[in-house]
């Protein structure tokens, strides 16, 4: 009796009683797979729901309330020739995609040394049978071949061989198969001509194909592997454990998962919130930055929210749950948000290969009627084949294989030049579209690290007194004032006092800094804020020496001449941020910005850029943080700095090095160059068919001639897209992007 498969602890239940769950699926090549697979799904009773995301290799199936069995899900896919596993976030995505570009690497190498060896030989033969080899040398020469090529060939052919298996189990057709079918028809076909004693024999054929497809195959399985580290980034965010606070007053460890709502945790100072909730009792200094964008600490409080992830600077903090995680939390709501966003992004660029529908019964069609007809005009039933065979093999969609990814991997040299490390594969062909650019503040338009200056009126010796004594300091502010120091030997003695500073006894003198109201000077603070609203203020006293530092990151060198570049180009320009409009507002007039907006939340980002989607727009968001990732996902078109977090990274299109913003504008630049390669690539593609297949069907081509010409097509191809790899001269005027005006100079850092 067959064993039950239970998969009940991994269905997940809505209020209105409807489930889903989420499979990881093995043996997903291409749009066919997903084609199959979603067809076969759709037809079991019951399933409302199935949709597979491309880029993460993952199934999505919903149902009604009922008695659906999920099991059955993947005794269906089992049966079609794939292998589906409950998902859980523990599940190796990356490594399996791993293992397949290892594996197609493998079968790429075994070809190509085949082809290079067996081009020695077909060289020996092609030139002996205009001069004088003797059949009986060539005919070796030809056994020899097949020898090298036959068990080359089912080794190395297996990705397109296992693929049109696949797609015949389903009862449909995909690219593979006649990839598969020419190449095994020219196998046999050069087999019978060896026996035969015949002059040509197309060893040669075969094994060149399976190289210039190979490649193609390789080359779009690199650009398409996409990091999907976002999962271990949310889980690095998370506490897995929480100090509940008893009925009793006692502490107890628990698992944060096993947290309910009203439960009270206690998160002492360095731990990390494990809760979404009210702080009932304490105060403390939260680093928000992650999940708000909002550089300067958050100052908490009793009544005030806290959100699960965010880290707990200086003191302890007593908090009511309002969602626990995996329960509804802020983080749980991000990553929706971002898996969402992924799966619309990627089924939306797999529409372009519906054109792929039509080839493969097309080309068999164009086979089948080539050897009826040659067989009806009176040629021998070995010629006809020989015919049909070349048309198969000079149809052959290696140049159209190649068009794009050839493009790519060039344009992903030029773009590493410009300091650009791509993520997606399919980025470049978006990045070439869009047709506005959306900036994050913090971490983005201004450097990650915080810059600090002390108002008018501080003495040099109040500013390296404070600046050493900074370094006793774990809070980040102080660290800005801390970079400031010469002498990089910490103050004995000294003692931070949780929500407050640091103070040390120098020469018999107590000094603090930190909060103005610790030092004193509230009213000098005060000042120091209506000057300049957008930067946090911190004190400093020492006796009579007094100090008020402003601390705010600063604008990138070029931030300014990269954002007029992009004005320029027609390319509107806005800011969105979760930092303080204050902020905001003094980062955009710096810039020359119209459109901002501050105090952004996730969900507000992603709606506002669906807002501009309805609009006809295609926009690029430039951003860093982890509130930033649903919309870097969402957007047509995503960037993030190399310090970005983790989730933005997993979440954005391309990364992009360095202190300047110059790489942003060269990547709509080499984009769009690349983009218009990648056309002029396709268009010689269907050209080449055009022109190739009436002459392959005349029968004025061989299976020698029809590999020649497709190899040739594909030269064509490559060298096409190595133009790719020319800088365009846009660029180099900002390479050196000019210092502001004095004018602007006073808005030169922003927080």
């Known amino acids: 009796m067959a064993e039950a498969l239970d998969l009940s602890s991994f269905v997940r239940r809505r209020d209105d009683g409807a489930a889903w769950m989420d499979f990881a699926v093995e043996g997903i090549v291409d749009a066919g797979s997903i084609r199959a697979i979603e067809a076969a799904l759709c037809k079991l009773a019951g399933l409302t729901k199935a949709r597979v995301n491309f880029s993460a290799r993952r199934l999505h199936v919903e149902w009604a309330a009922g008695g659906f069995d999920p099991a059955r899900i993947v005794a269906d896919l089992a049966a079609l020739g794939y292998r589906a596993h409950p998902f859980a976030p523990q599940a190796r995505e990356e490594d399996i995609e791993a293992a397949q570009a290892r594996w197609l690497l493998r079968c790429l190498a075994v070809a190509a040394f085949a082809a290079m060896n067996i081009m020695l030989l077909s060289v020996s033969v092609w030139a002996g049978n205009v001069s004088d080899i003797t059949p009986e040398t060539r005919d070796f020469f030809h056994w020899l071949s097949g020898l090298i090529v036959l068990p080359a060939a089912a080794f190395a052919g297996q990705p397109f061989f296992r693929s049109a298996i696949r797609a015949l189990r389903a009862r449909s057709l995909n690219m593979d198969v006649p990839i598969s079918l020419g190449v095994l028809l020219a196998l046999t076909m050069s087999v019978v001509e060896t026996a035969r004693h015949a002059e040509h024999a197309y060893f040669d054929s075969a094994i060149m194909l399976l190289v210039f497809l190979l490649a193609g195959r390789y080359l779009d399985q690199a650009m398409r592997r996409k990091t999907r580290s976002y999962a271990a980034n949310l889980s690095a965010l998370r506490a897995p454990v929480a100090a509940r606070v008893e009925a009793s007053g006692e502490i107890s460890t628990v698992p944060a998962a096993a947290l309910k709502a009203g439960d009270i945790v206690l998160v002492r100072p360095g731990g990390r919130i494990p809760v979404d909730g009210l702080v009932i009792d304490g105060c403390s200094e939260i680093d928000q930055s992650l999940v708000t964008g909002e550089t300067a600490p958050y100052a908490a409080s009793i009544g005030c929210e806290v959100f699960a992830g965010t880290l707990n600077f200086s003191g302890a903090l007593r908090i009511s749950v309002r969602a626990a995680a995996g329960a509804g939390t802020l983080l749980d709501e991000i990553e929706k948000l971002m898996d969402g966003a992924l799966t619309q992004k990627t089924r939306y660029l797999r529409l372009a290969d519906r054109a792929a529908r039509l080839y493969a019964p097309v080309v068999h069609s164009m086979a089948i009627l080539t050897a009826i007809f040659w067989m009806l005009a009176g040629r021998s039933p070995h010629d006809a084949i020989i015919t049909a065979i070349a048309v198969l093999i000079i149809t052959c969609p290696c140049a159209l294989a190649l068009a794009v990814p050839a493009v790519q991997v060039v344009a992903a040299g030029a773009l590493f030049r410009a300091k650009l490390l791509l993520a997606a594969g399919d980025a470049i062909e978006r990045i070439a579209v869009v047709d506005m650019v959306v900036f994050d503040k913090t971490g983005t338009?201004?450097?990650p690290e915080l810059g600090s200056e002390a108002a008018d009126g501080a003495s040099p010796a109040a500013i390296r007194c404070a600046a050493r004594l900074a370094l006793s300091s774990h809070h980040p502010l102080a660290q800005a004032i801390a970079a400031l120091a010469d002498d990089r030997t910490p103050f004995g003695a000294s003692e931070e006092v949780a929500g407050a500073g640091v103070r040390a006894v120098i020469d018999g003198e107590e000094a603090r800094l930190g909060a103005p109201s610790f030092c004193d000077l509230d009213a000098e603070a005060l000042a120091a804020r209506r000057a300049h609203p957008e930067a946090s203020v911190i004190a400093f006293r020492r006796g009579v020496e007094t100090a008020v530092f402003r601390v705010r990151q600063k604008l990138?060198?070029?931030?300014?001449?990269?954002?007029?570049?992009?004005?320029?180009?027609?390319?509107?320009?806005?800011?969105?941020?979760?930092?303080?409009?204050?902020?905001?507002?003094?980062?955009?007039?710096?810039?020359?910005?119209?459109?901002?907006?501050?105090?952004?939340?996730?969900?507000?980002?992603?709606?506002?850029l669906a807002e501009r989607k309805a609009e006809g727009r295609k926009v690029m968001m430039v951003g860093d943080g982890m509130n930033d990732a649903p919309a870097l996902a969402a957007a047509h078109a995503s960037l993030s700095p190399i310090t970005a977090s983790g989730l933005a990274q997993a979440a954005a299109d391309a990364l992009f090095l360095g202190e300047r913003l110059a790489p942003v504008a060269a990547a709509i630049d080499i984009a769009r160059r690349a983009n218009s390669l990648m056309r002029q690539n396709l268009l010689f593609a269907v050209v080449y068919n055009l022109v190739a297949v009436p002459l392959a069907v005349a029968g004025l081509a061989t299976p020698l001639i029809a590999a020649a010409a497709m190899s040739g097509s594909s030269i064509v191809v490559t060298l096409n897209a190595l133009r790719a790899s020319r800088e365009p001269k846009e660029l180099s005027p900002l390479r050196a992007a000019p210092a502001p005006t004095p004018a602007r100079r006073l808005n030169e850092a922003t927080p």
Not at 588 to 604: F, N
């Open 445 to 447: 338009l201004t450097l």
């Open 556 to 608: 990138r060198p070029d931030a300014r001449a990269v954002i007029l570049s992009l004005q320029a180009r027609g390319l509107p320009v806005a800011i969105l941020s979760g930092d303080a409009a204050p902020a905001v507002r003094a980062c955009a007039e710096a810039l020359g910005v119209d459109e901002w907006r501050a105090a952004m939340r996730p969900q507000e980002k992603i709606a506002w």
